[in-house]
């Protein structure tokens, strides 16, 4: 199965802040990495699919970036609808299909 | 409007069996592929079961197979997941997903199912 590690597990930051979350693959992957929005009480939400194709009407303050085993989410200017938890997915193999653990990103 | 809205959850008894089910609208259900993923209470996303359109392929987590079997009628945009031997560490929201080529693009809003004596 390969394993996907999100970092940190969680981050505070402000309005307006630039913000990376990282994530890493337990072995290549290629480009087949997806990132999905959480907020509270709501199911997930795709944002990024194959590394860095935004979903439609996703913001463009949001890219993907990344090959192989290391992946990175960057939220260029924070807003306050961005503070949620996030989560990456391979989509290499199957089965299983695997999330990282998340990343809670929280208001400073 | 594309719409999956799942249905089934409930309190049941460890050991116990339950049958969810998601209504699929606003797009050719049977041309996509279909999953359940699960999310226990305060953690992250699992995903559980995988089903092609046509049926014939198949997929389970190492911690569903044996007991819970994914079935969609086509006919009536549903996708089902029928769990038996539920334990207590299948409490969880149930999503249903559709994917298109390993991500999950659409997500219905989930059912809780809780499994406690």
């Known amino acids: 199965d390969i394993q996907m590690t999100q970092s940190p597990s969680s981050l505070s930051a402000s309005v307006g802040d630039r913000v990376i979350i990282t994530c890493r693959a337990s072995?290549?992957?290629?480009?087949?990495l997806n990132w999905y929005q959480q907020k509270p009480g709501k199911a997930p939400k795709l944002l990024i699919h194959?590394?860095?194709t935004l979903q439609s009407g996703v913001p463009s303050r949001f890219y993907g970036r990344g090959s192989g085993t290391d992946f990175t989410l960057t939220i260029s200017s924070l807003q306050p609808e961005d503070f949620a938890t996030y989560y990456c997915?391979?989509?290499?193999?199957?089965?299983?299909?695997?999330f990282g653990q998340g990343t809670h990103l929280e208001l400073k | 409007e594309v719409q999956l809205v799942e249905s089934g959850g409930n309190l049941v008894q460890p050991g116990g069996s339950l049958r969810l089910s998601c209504a699929a609208s606003?797009?050719?259900?049977?041309?996509?592929?279909m999953n359940w993923v699960r999310q226990a209470p305060g953690k992250g996303l699992e995903w559980i079961s995988y089903?092609?359109?046509?049926?014939?392929?198949?997929y389970y987590a190492d911690s569903a197979k044996g007991r819970f079997t994914i079935s969609r009628d086509n006919a009536k945009n549903s996708l089902f997941l029928q769990m038996n031997s539920l334990r207590a560490e299948d409490t969880a929201v149930y999503y249903c997903?559709?994917?298109?080529?390993?991500?999950?693009?659409?997500w219905g809003r989930g059912t809780l199912v809780t499994v406690s004596s």
């Open positions: 997903a559709r994917s298109v080529q390993w991500y999950f693009d659409v």
């Open positions: 606003g797009f050719t259900f049977s041309i996509y592929s």
């Open positions: 089903m092609t359109s046509d049926t014939k392929t198949i």
């Open positions: 072995q290549s992957i290629s480009t087949s």
């Open positions: 194959g590394v860095s």
């Open positions: 997915q391979q989509s290499f193999s199957a089965p299983p299909l695997t």
